[in-house]
Structures are given as structure tokens and as C-alpha cells.
């Protein structure tokens, strides 16, 4: 409990816009650059001939491209981005179960694409970006669970039906969190939106990569153990479920977010997020690199 409570580093004034993507395009990229930075030469070679492949304007490089699955979503590929893992707290069974094609899927799903060398390229480059992106999303805990309740008896989609007052907390911004999913997207405030502006030029990305650092000096790979080297997705999913369960859900009666709430929530968006960099390196060496 102690590494939960430590208080992350200042991570600096950011610029504020609104946004409604998971981890918020200001995390999936501090998560790909936490990546990038512990790829063998190998793959990330191979990374970077991938991604000259497809891709758009602002997804032609590795940390921005970990947008590029927010930038395509559709009706078909939304569900690829959470797995709902029902659960309830009354005491009642659940109803409800998750889409068979969840976020855990879809990592195996794009996985087994990209380190198939016989595959098209451009195929195996689309792979690449919806692991880089999928990865990341699973590590948000409101990104594996939904919370059934006689008010919402097939689930609170997350948490997006979880109305939240956060007083003075956000004044900032002009469209302050009003959800308890949508501030767990902004880490309860260390993902701020709009804080990088895509396509990223090289000052953007070498930001970016300095808040990662900072992260990854609070929590390095010691600080997890075990837990870097578990490729299993479905693990992941069960870990951010446990730690939704456990403390995303204990917001005060009328959702009322507090300064001890936001200070938890940093913490563990914090962690979370540089275990998923960690994972997601692990894993592309792994598919594409020279570790086996």
C-alpha cells in the first residue's frame, strides 16, 4: 500500500482540451514511448519498417502511432478496446457477460498476426498499432470491468454511467470530468488531454518520452516484480479488475471526488500505465525482436 500512496512526480503544466479516449491520447503515447525505450535493436527495426507501412500522417512514428486505433474506432473495432467482467456488490449473481470480441481478443488475436512473417506487411503494420493501443487501454481499470446493480442491471458500461462531482478539482479545464470512466482516462489527472498535438514533431516527442522517464523513475521494472515478465492479457484484465473493484469504485455516496481520491487515482493510473509500457515492450520483443 505504501508504492500505491507514494506521490508521483510533478509531471508539468499541460495544455487542456477535450477528449473521450481511453487512457487519453496523452497516455497511450507516454506508454509506447515507456515501450519504445526498452525494445531490443531487433524489433525495433522491425517496428519501424512497419510503421512507413499504412497508418495515417499522425501515426507514421512509434509513440504516436499508439493513437492511430482511437483514430480508425468504428462500431466494429469499439469492443476490441475493454472486456466487460461483470460484477456486483449486493450479493447478486451477475447477467451479464463480455463480448467475445474483447480487448483480450484482440491482443491475442493481433499478436498471432504480427509475428507471422508469412502475412501481408500491411496487415502485420495494422497489427502493430492496435497492440501498441490495446495493450495500454487494458491496463485502465475501467477498461476490463462493468458494475451490474439494480439500477444498472446490465452494467455501468464501465463506469460511463457512474455520474461524479469534482468540485474545484478541474477548474482548468473547460469540460471537467463529469464520469467516473472519463476521469480514470485522464489517470485521474496525469493524462491530461490535449497535452500533445499530433502529428508530433520532435520536440513533442521528446516531451512526451521526459514524462515517461519521470514515470518510469517513480515506478521502475523492480517495483512490479514478476508481474513484467506475465504476457498472459488475461491476466491484465484481471489485475485492472481487481484494482477497479477494490479502489476505482470506492467514490464517495453522490459522487464526490476528493483530493485523497485524485491523489490514489495518480498513483495507480501511474503504475498501471508503466506496467503496461513495460508489458508492451516485453511483448514486441517477444513477437518481433530477438528475445524469445
Not at 477498461?143 to 478539482?169: C, F, M, Q
Request: aromatic share 8%.
Amino acid at each position: 500500500m505504501k508504492l500505491l500512496l507514494r506521490p508521483l512526480v510533478a509531471l508539468g503544466t499541460l495544455a487542456i482540451a477535450a477528449s473521450s479516449f481511453g487512457w487519453i491520447d496523452t497516455g497511450h503515447m507516454i506508454v509506447a514511448a515507456i515501450a519504445e525505450d526498452r525494445l531490443d535493436k531487433k524489433a525495433y527495426e522491425e517496428c519501424q519498417r512497419l510503421l512507413a507501412i499504412g497508418g495515417t500522417e499522425k501515426s507514421k512514428r512509434f509513440v504516436a502511432a499508439s493513437c492511430w486505433a482511437d483514430d480508425t474506432k468504428d462500431k466494429e473495432t469499439g469492443p476490441w478496446h475493454y472486456i466487460d467482467l461483470p460484477f456486483r456488490t449486493d450479493g447478486k449473481p451477475t447477467t451479464t457477460k463480455p463480448d467475445e470480441h474483447n480487448v483480450v481478443w484482440a491482443i491475442n488475436h493481433f499478436s498471432d498476426i504480427l509475428k507471422d512473417k508469412s502475412k501481408p506487411d500491411a496487415e502485420r503494420s495494422d497489427a502493430r498499432r492496435y497492440l501498441i493501443h490495446f495493450v495500454g487501454d487494458l491496463h485502465q481499470p475501467l477498461h476490463a470491468v462493468s458494475k451490474e446493480s439494480d439500477e444498472y442491471p446490465t452494467g455501468d458500461r464501465g463506469g460511463n454511467d457512474v455520474k461524479i462531482s469534482t468540485g474545484d478539482l478541474f477548474t482548468t479545464m473547460e469540460r471537467p470530468p463529469t464520469n467516473l470512466h472519463f476521469l480514470w482516462d485522464m489517470g485521474g489527472g496525469i493524462f491530461m488531454p490535449g497535452a500533445f498535438s499530433r502529428p508530433l514533431d520532435r520536440i513533442g516527442e521528446a516531451k512526451v518520452h521526459i514524462q515517461a522517464q519521470q514515470l518510469t523513475s517513480q515506478y521502475p521494472p523492480t517495483a512490479f516484480k514478476e508481474q513484467v515478465k506475465d504476457l498472459d492479457p488475461m491476466d491484465w484484465a484481471q489485475e485492472s479488475a481487481s484494482t477497479a473493484r477494490n479502489i476505482v469504485y470506492t467514490v464517495k455516496t453522490g459522487g464526490e471526488i476528493d483530493v485523497a481520491y485524485i491523489t490514489i487515482a495518480k498513483n495507480i493510473a501511474g503504475q498501471r500505465a508503466v506496467l503496461a509500457g513495460y508489458r508492451l515492450a516485453a511483448l514486441l520483443n517477444k513477437l518481433v525482436g530477438g528475445k524469445v
